[in-house]
């Protein structure tokens, strides 16, 4: 079964650019949001198996959104996704609870790598 996929960014083509990459290899994208609190209440009604967020956008941030979500579920699977120099904001994305993150911009294969690994990764709880 294909990962169904939530894609987080406040800019369209990079959204259409991380869709396009994941449905190439195998994935579904089954949401898109543009802020942070559109991405919560996106999971909620969706129930993606990945997430892809960004952690500059209005409203909301993508770390805010990434500490509601796995509030809400402590098993979610979330990849930021930083512009080069952001290195302090994605470690305060992997503390809240991420899983990795991606540099924007995306080399495809880097980010099928690290998809397929926070997918294929089983917990030892």
């Known amino acids: 079964m294909k990962p ?5 960014d ?3 083509f990079m959204r259409k ?16 949001a543009d802020n942070g609190s559109t991405a919560v209440e996106r ?10 967020m960004d952690i500059i956008m209005p409203e909301m941030n ?7 979500i796995v509030a809400i579920d402590s098993q979610a699977k979330i990849v930021m996704c930083s512009a080069l ?6 470690q305060e994305a992997i503390t809240a609870g991420a899983k990795d993150f991606l540099i924007k911009p995306f080399n495809p294969s880097r ?15």
């Open 43 to 52: 999971y909620k009604e969706l129930k993606p198996d990945l997430v892809t």
């Open 4 to 8: 169904k996929v939530l894609v987080v």
């Open 10 to 12: 406040d800019a369209i």
């Open 85 to 90: 120099g952001q290195q302090a904001l994605v």
């Open 111 to 125: 980010v099928v790598e690290v998809v397929n690994k926070i997918m294929n990764h089983v917990p030892t709880s």
């Open 62 to 68: 993508g770390i805010d959104a990434v500490r509601q």
């Open 17 to 32: 650019m991380i869709a396009e990459i994941l449905v190439e290899n195998g994935m579904n994208v089954i949401g898109e």
